[in-house]
């Protein structure tokens, strides 16, 4: 390990600014009162003012500042190293993006402003979706979706409103055994059954299984292309035309588009609806909890489905209104979020294509498909791949070899905090045994792929040496290995005074 990334992985826990504060030293510094003074009990009414001021840390202004940013130094991020989590897209995003988003004009509007006094922000959503549209190769889009997840489930339900139309609403929806655990989440939710289907052996869908499976039931199909694992289903136009016969629509769940733009359009290859994933491939900070936006594409036929109100332009409409949000769609679902969507992601993801253009989305795939594939070159000496062959975006590795030496994924990923790395995402999909799933992007540098080799190599070689030393990473972090289990079900993050 080199000393830069051992002084970067090494670092001390951060006492709480409650631990920090001292009574009579505060950050503040009121001026003298120029009128009457009014006690709260005397303006309040009776049960809205506490027996006693709140337990609030005194705290000086230089002391909260270094608090705060030793904690943002203790986060890992994208700004701060590479973070290999695959299907997750973890990405750099550039900051002009965010100063577009921080533009006054936008942060000062209000979703119930009349549509005439937010016409420019009103332009910029129908613009974005003509944009992923050309992206896509489907005919509409609505933006109002405010996560992947939830583009699933509005694709489900237009399915369903589809389909009830069409004189029968069907029960099933058909789902790779390496799909993303949040498609058969949202078919359920909608009310549909899943049915799985399995990969062959080169890690595709098997065709004659997934013909066996599509009956005169199934609403849709839902497909991930590149899959989880990181391979493009080549044969997606015999999958499609199977489940077309049939009356099935076809989903595409577009969370890993970041490997496809410019180079293949869903919609040009028989997709009925996708979801895209703004946070994920159109730049917008990812992880932490969001916000998201995960708009949703149809084809010619399906528009009058997508959720509302639907950003609109009609230059027949009065000078000033032109751009409106259409609410007169009696076929829509409905909403599926709060007034118009997560706006301000959306500023982002509108930035960042104008600044690519078609060329720039293009290079982006290219050069996030040539990083995982050198990463992948690099690494399938030490560690098996799970199918050979060239990858997309992302691949993944087994530790099968090195837990038959004595060292799980789990080990390793806990292993590379020690190196300053963000681990990537382990024990999925889950027909993969000891996972490693790994997503380089486009935006990582040779030198940061060679650092996250070298990283690799070194724990390929401590386990041949001394398995068990990875019982205990990681080591150098603030807190060791936790109970991870028992952090999700029993979280505690209030803070008392013992």
Known sequence: MSEERKRQATSVVEPTIFELGVPGHPGHALPALDVP????EDVLPDGFVRPAPPALPEVSEPEVVRHFTRLA???HHVDRAIYPLGSCTMKYNPKINEEMASLPGFTGLHPGFDDADCQGAIALMVELARHLSEISGLAAVSLQPPAGASGELAGMLMAKAWHTDQGNPRSKVVVPDSAHGTNPASLTLAGYEAVETSSGDDGRIDVDAFRKVVDDETAAVMITNPSTLGIFETRIADIIEIAHERGALVYLDGANLNACMGLVRPGDVGFDIMHFNLH?????????????SGPVGVRSGLEPYLPSPLPSYDPGRPEGRRYF??????RSIGAVHGYHGNFLVMVKAYAYILANGGVGLRKVSEDAVLNANYLKAKLEGLYDASHEGHCQHEFVLSAERQKEQGARALDIAKRLLD?????????FPLIVPEALMIEPTESESRRSLDAFVEAMIS?????????EALAGAPERTPVGRLDESRAARELDVVWEDE
């Open 419 to 427: 190196h300053g790395i963000h681990a990537p995402t382990v024990y």
């Open 459 to 467: 724990i390929a070689g401590e386990i041949e040496e001394d398995p």
């Open 73 to 75: 130094e203790l986060n």
């Open 280 to 292: 994920k491939t159109f730049s917008a900070p990812h992880g932490g909890g969001g916000p998201g």
């Open 37 to 40: 003074r009014l006690e709260p």
């Open 325 to 330: 949000m259409d609410r007169d769609r009696p």
